[in-house]
């Protein structure tokens, strides 16, 4: 079954460091995503991604975010500068969109997330 | 108002019970609803789509109840295996892309 990978599984950085997280969707999704969940919280939307740009941003993303396609499988997010309080769970997701049954193509689904330690 | 909450739990019960849950959404133009399960630090994993009033899969059944604003989840003959924290999920519109997500709901089953 196809799945929504992710990479690394954890990284630990310095304050104030940048940091590139990344993900290879489901071949066939239209859609991407990142999603954080701080330890203890619930997952909170960070952005999404279509057609290569960002269709959707939470006030989360801000300036220090941002999210590229580099070439026809990965999705990265990189954060510029790191906080303290970016130390979170972050989750890539994929959905089908475009012309897939009704009830199926705005399922998104979710990678093993990134664990990130900011320091 | 949150724009989607849950009952935090925990719900512990037996194996072999029944367990029912609700999550509340507070915007009435949305449109598409989902379960998720996530087990702890671990993602979340797409239980099930809600379809219009209700839908069944195996032991889980989820409904929808738009009038009050509401979806369940009901899990039957529950299994050790289904203690987890299940996650509401509700998106706005048909072509909107941000998931919100509810805190979850804690299960957990004894044997």
């Known amino acids: 079954e196809p799945e929504v990978t992710q990479t690394p599984s954890h990284q630990v950085t310095q304050m104030g460091q940048e940091v590139i997280l990344r993900c290879v969707p489901i071949?066939?999704?239209?859609?991407f995503y990142w999603y954080r969940q701080i330890l203890g919280q619930k997952v909170e939307f960070l952005v999404s991604?279509?057609?290569?740009?960002?269709?959707?941003k939470s006030e989360i993303f801000d300036d220090q975010f941002s999210v590229e396609r580099p070439d026809g499988s990965n999705f990265t997010l990189k954060i510029r500068s790191t906080k303290l309080e970016d130390s979170a769970m972050y989750f890539c997701a994929s959905s089908e969109g475009g012309a897939a049954p009704y009830f199926s193509y705005n399922e998104q689904f979710f990678g093993p997330g990134t664990r990130l330690t900011v320091l | 108002r949150k724009e989607v909450e849950q009952d935090p739990g925990p719900f512990n019960v037996p194996e072999g019970a029944t367990v029912a849950f609700n999550c509340t959404y507070s915007n009435s133009a949305s449109q598409s609803f989902f379960w998720y399960r996530q087990d702890c630090r671990k993602e979340p994993k797409l239980l099930m789509s809600v379809y219009s009033s209700g839908n069944e899969d195996g032991r889980f059944t989820a409904q929808l109840n738009r009038a009050s604003q509401y979806i369940s989840l009901l899990i039957r003959d529950s299994k050790l295996s289904d203690s987890a924290t299940y996650l509401c999920?509700?998106?706005?519109?048909?072509?909107?892309?941000?998931?919100?997500f509810g805190a979850g709901t804690t299960v957990t089953v004894r044997a």
């Open positions: 071949s066939n999704h239209l859609y």
């Open positions: 991604f279509y057609n290569n740009e960002i269709s959707e």
């Open positions: 999920a509700v998106l706005l519109r048909s072509n909107d892309y941000k998931l919100s």
